[in-house]
């Protein structure tokens, strides 16, 4: 999770994807958009201060794995 601060004040979060690619939302709609982490800075958000990151394990990779099997699997059987 990348946190922006514009002043003083957080002003927006981003998050990371497990392939490295950054998304949160923006506006009023609560859709993801993908962007780099830079691409937010400037003006509206301010820049990144903070970047926290999770300790990966073999048994969160494992679970990932196994979602992503399900979702791909749900999606082939027209389940999505």
């Known amino acids: 999770v990348a946190i922006y601060v514009r002043g003083a004040r957080p002003s927006h979060a981003a998050r990371q ?16 958009i993908q962007h780099t982490i830079e691409g937010l800075e400037g003006d509206l958000y301010g820049s990144v201060a903070q970047v926290m990151r999770r300790r990966w394990t073999l048994r969160n990779f494992l679970a990932l794995l196994m979602l992503g099997l399900k979702v ?9």
């Open 72 to 80: 791909k699997l749900l999606g082939l059987l027209g389940m999505d």
């Open 17 to 32: 994807l497990w392939r490295g690619s950054w998304v949160s939302k923006i506006g009023k709609g609560n859709v993801d």
